[in-house]
């Protein structure tokens, strides 16, 4: 027997989206593209002077290192104090962030160091935005709308972030990286303004939450849940700095091609944010999450034979982390308190980091010692074989449960 996150569920007419979902999608796809623009020309930037995979590794390192080390707390911090005001406060103070390195390079300054700089400044701030914001969502959101929300959510977040990388490309190409550093700060105006216009107060809840509250969501133990989403961070945020290598250095290529690669991976998110309803309902939540996140991670494998290859698998590749993404998204909302959700994806965050920090020092390393593609071979089988492995044990868990029905 199944356990009940991974049958269909039946449809029912939901309610109207409400004002805080019409302001939070917007605002997520405008600081996703800001940020994207900004990490793809850092590194664009880092690469061309460094020359070294690794240059790229630290620029990684320094963008994850504050949301690995904080995440947990600031989650702390967003259950304790107003999540609107703590996201407006991250969006002005990242605003200003952002202008640092154009002013630096403008007065001649040596770029490479500002970029880490600045890259490590985003990153604090991006760390107490990341728990507060999905808090929000919990606080603010309809449950019954949280599933439609979720793909809604990763659609605006993965798009904001691959159009930025492939916007970034091009106009890399044509007007260089300093343009595209102060646009940066300005899509974090435009998104404070958007938190500024959430103004209404959480709605109330009708009933009191139980002192009892679960902590497991149909037999699926939340930091197993976690876990799986983690990977997903991992296999998303590695690949974005291993790609850039592949396309300079494994096919020879420049920014003009790596933001094509990374338009047709658009594609492939939104097309599975699209059809996450219909594909959630017909096979589950959590069985579409683990096949997205094993499938995807078989891919890595396919990457580096051509740069046809690549073209042709980025879009499925995507679509299929982009259906993981979104159903673990949903199954977490759904089953965390509303009190406990910034410390619950506080965590998250900083354990996907961590590992990705440590699996891009290691990409990187064997990158320059012997091949890119190796990277990729090394990526792609850590991230299956652990993805199936706490699969494994939730099939075993939801088995156990089936029993204890039918009793």
Avoid at 194 to 211: G, K, N, S, V
Wanted: net charge positive; with cysteine.
């Amino acid at each position: 027997m199944t356990i009940t996150a991974d049958a269909p569920q039946p449809a029912t007419a939901l309610p109207r989206p409400g004002r805080a979902e019409r302001l939070l999608l917007p605002a997520t796809f405008i600081t996703s593209l800001g940020n994207g623009i900004q990490l793809v020309a850092s590194a664009v930037l880092v690469f061309t002077t460094g020359h070294s995979a690794l240059a790229v590794g630290w620029l990684f390192i320094a963008v994850s290192v504050p949301p690995a080390l904080l995440s947990l707390w600031f989650g702390t911090v967003a259950d304790r104090f107003d999540r609107r005001t703590l996201c407006l406060f991250a969006d002005l103070a990242s605003a200003a962030a952002a202008l640092v390195l154009p002013i630096w390079m403008l007065a001649g300054g040596e770029p490479g160091l500002a970029a880490y700089g600045t890259a490590f400044a985003l990153a604090l701030l991006a760390a107490l935005f990341m728990p507060a914001g999905n808090a929000l969502i919990k606080e603010r959101v309809h449950p019954a709308r949280v599933a439609r929300f979720s793909a809604h959510y990763e659609m605006a977040l993965q798009l904001g972030t691959l159009l930025a990388a492939s916007i970034g490309g091009f106009l890399i190409h044509f007007v260089g990286t300093t343009p595209l550093f102060v646009f940066n700060g300005a899509t974090f105006l435009a998104s404070a303004a958007a938190m500024w216009a959430l103004r209404r107060a959480p709605r109330e809840t009708e009933t009191a939450e139980p002192l009892d509250e679960p902590n497991e969501v149909d037999g699926a133990p939340l930091l197993r849940l976690g876990f799986l989403y983690a990977l997903c961070q991992v296999m998303t945020m590695v690949s974005n700095t291993t790609l850039i290598v592949l396309v300079y250095e494994g096919f020879g290529r420049g920014a003009g091609v790596y933001g094509l690669v990374d338009a047709l991976a658009g594609v492939g998110f939104c097309i599975a944010a699209a059809l996450y309803p219909k594909v959630s309902g017909r096979f589950g939540e959590l069985r579409t999450a683990v096949v997205g996140g094993v499938g995807c991670a078989l891919f890595s494998f396919v990457f580096p034979i051509h740069l046809a290859a690549l073209l042709i698998c980025i879009p499925p590749a995507a679509f299929l982390i982009g259906s993981s993404r979104v159903g673990l998204r949903s199954l977490l909302l759904a089953a965390v308190p509303e009190r406990r959700a910034g410390r619950l994806f506080g965590a998250i965050n900083a354990a996907g980091l961590g590992l990705a920090a440590g699996m891009t020092v290691l990409i990187a390393y064997i990158a320059d010692t012997t091949h890119i593609r190796y990277g990729f071979y090394v990526l792609g089988a850590a991230c299956a074989v652990a993805t199936a492995v706490v699969a494994a044990t939730l099939r075993r868990r939801s088995g156990q449960v089936g029993h204890e029905q039918l009793r």
